[in-house]
């Protein structure tokens, strides 16, 4: 089975551009979440969602914003970007979003802001 | 506020050594503690995972121990391997914030052959 997969997996903007990234989680899996990995650190939470509506919001500027679509894809995106929004993006799924449910990472997109 | 603090940042050790990966918390409504391993190029992969009713969870090679009195817990990898190269992160949640996650900074682990 396919896993997690992200598009694209890399990225150049400029400052104040905006940007989009999309998100297909596993067959069967109805939550996706999001996280920003920035170099040197651990991931941190942006988004999750479960079929359809947001479940959780990490502490993360209005200038993110996300979607779920009815086939469980997702998009995340990113407006009047900031040289300290560079970083590789992580979408992960999982099952129904619960308490402990193993989430599935993808392998990313990494956004360069220049 | 970096709820979840993670050492050392790096490690290298010799391979058929014990690699141990340490994690301190500061939320006491954090019930489930997973370690995940990112090798370059991938997302990060669940490696092993422990609540806090239990003191140790192993899974071959791999063992996680907890004390829920200090907020710490511990990933111990015996007979490393230079497959074990990687990323390793701890990581936390609570029951009303569903699947987030607070990661660690992450620590590089290289075993040298």
């Known amino acids: 089975d396919a896993g997690v997969t992200q598009s694209p997996t890399h990225l150049i903007k400029t400052r104040g551009q905006q940007v989009t990234l999309r998100c297909s989680p596993i067959s069967g899996h109805k939550s996706v979440s999001w996280y920003q990995q920035v170099l040197g650190q651990g991931p941190q939470f942006i988004f999750q969602?479960?079929?359809?509506?947001?479940?959780g919001r990490g502490n993360f500027p209005d200038r993110f914003s996300a979607r779920q679509f009815p086939n469980y894809s997702s998009e995340l995106n990113v407006n009047a970007l900031l040289l300290g929004d560079s970083a590789l993006y992580l979408c992960?799924?999982?099952?129904?979003?619960?308490?402990?449910?193993?989430?599935?990472f993808g392998p990313g997109t990494r956004l360069l802001v220049l | 506020q970096q709820q979840v603090k993670q050492s050392p940042q790096s490690l290298i050790v010799q391979k058929g050594g014990i690699s141990i990966i340490n994690c301190a918390y500061e939320n006491t409504a954090f019930d489930y503690f997973p370690w995940y391993q990112q090798f370059p190029g991938k997302g990060p992969a669940l490696l092993i995972a422990i609540r806090p009713d239990v003191s140790e969870k192993k899974e071959g090679r791999f063992t996680i121990s907890f004390n829920k009195s200090a907020k710490q817990f511990s990933l111990h990898i015996m007979d490393s391997q230079p497959g074990d190269s990687a990323t390793y992160f701890c990581a936390a949640s609570t029951y009303n914030a569903g699947n987030m996650l607070t990661f660690g900074g992450g620590t590089r682990l290289m075993v040298k052959p």
């Open positions: 969602y479960y079929e359809k509506e947001e479940r």
């Open positions: 992960a799924s999982s099952l129904a979003g619960g308490y402990q449910e193993t989430q599935y």
